[in-house]
């Protein structure tokens, strides 16, 4: 019984961070659809959209920092079933992100991707996505440009990257 409540639960983290996926780009979707600009304009956004995508991605692979390792340990005390809080003086985010890391883990394990970045590739691209969400809000809020600035400025490229 303990082995498939842990299946069950391990596999709620994997719906959830597919959930969060599914409302980024929703919310991306909305926040483009209603900006005041161009069609051509939303089409070098969405271009924009993907080379950050990209970027980030290519920057994950190339190695990873403490919070990647925190990050790492937080997901396989989740996964054990464990408290984050009582386990590692490493973790100060909120029990939502824990859970997320958790799922974005257990997606890096099923993943066809090789070496020890896979893990940093995964949670790269899931937060890259969160980001075009922000970029197509700027975009839609304030201006084309803040939207397109946002995805190329090298500070959010290296932070998610």
């Not at 990873?64 to 937080?74: A, L, Q, R, T």
């Not at 070496?115 to 922000?134: C, N, W």
Request: with cysteine.
């Amino acid at each position: 019984m303990g082995q498939r409540r842990r299946a069950a639960r391990q596999m709620s983290y994997v719906l959830l961070v597919w959930l969060a996926a599914a409302l980024f780009l929703a919310g991306a979707a909305w926040a483009i659809a209603r900006a005041a600009i161009s069609p051509r304009k939303k089409l070098v956004l969405a271009a924009a959209a993907a080379a950050s995508i990209a970027i980030k991605i290519i920057l994950a692979a190339q190695g990873h920092n403490y919070d990647m390792v925190s990050y790492g340990i937080v997901a396989a005390l989740v996964e054990s079933g464990q408290n984050v809080y009582a386990h590692t003086a490493r973790y100060n985010y909120a029990p939502l992100w824990a859970c997320l890391l958790a799922g974005l883990k257990r997606i890096a394990d099923w993943a066809a991707l090789a070496g020890p970045e896979r893990f940093h590739v995964v949670v790269a691209a899931f937060l890259a996505i969160g980001d075009v969400t922000t970029a197509a809000i700027l975009a839609a809020a304030y201006s084309f440009g803040a939207g397109l600035f946002f995805l190329g400025v090298p500070v959010v490229l290296l932070l998610t990257g």
